[in-house]
């Protein structure tokens, strides 16, 4: 069974970093996509960053390009989200989810955690 489990989360002020871990286990994730996303308070589910798994490549929201670096290491099964430049409209809970290679969809979801920013 895949199991997504985040850390890292917490309270900041504007300007600061955070960095956001997601370690997974239960499968091989070669070949798969892994990504960010967060949910403010009210609003609905945006999508924030992914990784391919093997090559590493990632993709951003315009929102925090240029702030924000996705990251994976394959030996420890572990993807990181380094938050710099943190702002209030980034406050959010962060969650992380797998996409197999064949999958239209993010199929695992981790619980998340809770990022604030505060001004």
């Known amino acids: 069974q895949v199991q997504l489990v985040e850390s890292g989360g917490g309270l900041v002020q504007t300007g600061g970093s955070l960095r956001l871990s997601c370690a997974a286990s239960g499968r091989t994730f070669s070949g798969g996509t892994m990504g960010w996303f967060r949910q403010a308070p009210g609003k609905e589910r945006k999508f924030v960053a992914a990784?391919?798994?093997?090559?590493?490549?990632?993709t951003y929201a315009d929102s925090v390009k240029g702030r924000f670096t996705i990251s994976r290491d394959t030996a420890k099964n572990t993807m990181y989200l380094q938050m710099n430049s943190l702002i209030p409209e980034d406050t959010a809970v962060y969650s992380c989810?797998?996409?197999?290679?064949?999958?239209?969809?993010?199929?695992?979801w981790g619980q998340g955690t809770r990022v604030t920013v505060s001004s």
């Open positions: 989810a797998f996409r197999g290679l064949f999958q239209v969809g993010y199929a695992y």
């Open positions: 990784i391919t798994w093997n090559s590493g490549t990632g």
